[in-house]
């Protein structure tokens, strides 16, 4: 990480040409690994008709197809995994789809993708040591994650419990620890800074780092003009890479240009053009044990018009994120649950295919579940709580099976709907 890190921090400013050639280069490593030893891509260039000297830069990228979770899913793990001589772990993950969906991953995948977080809390001025307070979904912390936050002094504080009390206590730590980084989910965020204003609480901090979800204008603008600083937002996935980041710099983000590729694509897969929105499409470019080649990763972004960024940075531009379209669930006694609150429980849940939660009544949540093999009423009972305790124990939590979870008239599924919101 380190390693990897320190070189991120030359590499950022060499100009584009630079690290266009770079990432052509790693690309067709890329391709070549891929063919030779991971079945499932072999199989994708042959049916397309594709050898691996036919990919020599990302323009070619077009030749190959697109792969989505089901494909991989599919052929999970044989066909899509390859030996990297290292131990090899997985990561799965609920939030970007509500579906599960794992990979495989190493210590080198981690390196890399742990150096571009590094380099976003960079543009952001932070440096290391310097203490910061972290909002959450991991309740128990494990014991390399909690000697890491000692050594970076990282006071992690669970995003389930947005309570008034418990963010004012968050507050007081903030003054008694003088932290000067808050970084966290948007909308864990976003209540804080709002208590904050109501309090009257006064003190300037020196960066904002978010992730996970959608900084709407409202979310920015509090917390802003509450803590005196830019919101620099982030956008990672747990498929093993950082996509992209922003500088401060014109609101757009910087793609991670040295780690992935990314293209935008419309309905029939043709790329959109500049300033317009389409499909996200990463390329990772450290193969790692699960090669990620033209891979829909089920977001949405627009992309930019191609004019560099005025901070000098060589890495390219995206001008926007189009995020989960998503709600938070206010409980009787007054906590508010966001989405992270849902996946943090129910992606551990293996009998969980795809999931949305909806509020009608005040004191009652809808959970509705597409199950998968092994769904039992044990399961809906243990769901119900573990939400209880987690941090939903004044709301009667009904949860129900369900064939598909419905769309929203755009086409986009919501994870978090409150109808008590709603006018
Ligand atoms: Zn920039």
Redesign the pocket.
Known sequence: MMQRYHFLQQAQWWDSERVQAYRDEALAKLIRTSYAEVPFYRQQMEAAGVKPSDIRTAADLVKLPVVDKTMLRSGYPDQTTRDTGQKVYEACTSGSTGKNFCIKEDAWTAGWYRASFLLCLDWADWTFGEPHLQTGITLNRSIDRRIKDRLLRCHYIPAFDLHDDRLDENLERIDRYKIDHVWGYPSSLYYLARRAKKQGWNRPLRSVITWGDMVYPRYREMIESTFGTQVRDTYGCCEGMHIAAQ????N?Y?IHSLDVIVEYLDADNNPVGANQTGDVIVTRLHPGPMPLIRYRIGDRATRSDGQP?????G?E?MRGIQGRDTDCVVTPTGNRLIVHFFTGVLEHFQEVDSFQVVQNERDSVQVRIVPRQGFSRETKQHIASTLAERGAEDLRVDVETVSEIPLTPAGKRRFVINNLDRP
């Open positions: 500088c401060g710099h014109d757009q910087h960024c005025r901070c000098g940075r890495f531009l």
